[in-house]
């Protein structure tokens, strides 16, 4: 298994705005993703967070507005950008060890005023 | 379009009853299954996973495979108010070069009845 540590926990930030989200898991993964999940909805991969390497962005989401890094098999972060109230959101770090289990970080929760 | 099926419920059972969650994904060439439990306001935690036809038991979990149906379900067995949460089934689907994507159904949400 993996344990995941996410920073921060939750934020309100405004408009406008940037915020950066680390995450941090116990042990070297070959692959992390980053997930949204608004309110009463299901979790919507946002990229998957390739080590030594560009991240690879799902349909719908660009790197302009969510870069992300990979500096090592430990860490990554994710930055929402020009925050607008429509980000407001809980985003979830994931780590799949071995083949093919994902756990997941206990989220940020992200309001934008 | 590749999808990931789960009745969303609510879903109501008394307590110490069976609840019986069921999935159905439309990829043929997925290998393994997921369930997921996520409580309100927390992060999905995974609670099963399956990969060859028929039952797997863990607890008062099993989770059920029949891939010629494309269905898998989750039964917990003598419910507890405590398992009252959603429940995500999440199935790898295939986009090519042997790269994968673990996607999510919408969750059945369970309330237990003490």
């Known amino acids: 298994s993996a344990v995941i540590s996410q920073k921060p926990s939750r934020d309100i930030c405004q408009r406008g705005t940037s915020l950066t989200i680390q995450c941090q898991v116990d042990?070297?993964?070959?692959?992390m993703f980053w997930y949204r999940q608004q309110p009463g909805q299901s979790l919507t991969l946002i990229a998957t967070?390739?080590?030594?390497?560009?991240?690879?962005?799902e349909s719908g989401f660009v790197i302009d507005k969510f870069p992300i890094s990979r500096p090592n098999l430990t860490f990554s972060t994710l930055t929402v950008s020009n925050l607008s109230p429509e980000d407001s959101s809980i985003y979830l770090c994931?780590?799949?060890?071995?083949?093919?289990?994902?756990?997941f970080g206990p989220g940020t929760r992200l309001t934008v005023l | 379009q590749k999808e990931v099926e789960q009745n969303s419920g609510p879903l109501s059972v008394p307590e110490g009853a069976i609840a019986s969650l069921n999935c159905t994904y439309s990829?043929?060439?997925?290998?393994?299954f997921f369930w997921y439990r996520q409580y309100s306001g927390k992060s999905p935690e995974l609670i099963m996973s399956?990969?060859?036809?028929g039952d797997k038991e863990d607890g008062r979990f099993t989770a059920q495979l029949n891939k010629a149906s494309q269905y898998v379900s989750l039964l917990i067995r003598d419910s507890q108010p405590s398992d009252s949460a959603t429940y995500l089934c999440?199935?790898?689907?295939?986009?090519?070069?042997?790269?994968?994507?673990?996607?999510f159904g919408k969750g059945t949400k369970l309330s237990v009845i003490p």
């Open positions: 990829d043929r060439g997925s290998q393994s």
């Open positions: 399956i990969y060859s036809n």
């Open positions: 042990s070297q993964v070959t692959m």
């Open positions: 967070a390739n080590q030594g390497s560009e991240a690879t962005y």
């Open positions: 994931s780590a799949r060890v071995g083949d093919d289990t994902q756990y």
């Open positions: 999440a199935v790898p689907l295939y986009s090519g070069a042997g790269s994968y994507q673990l996607t």
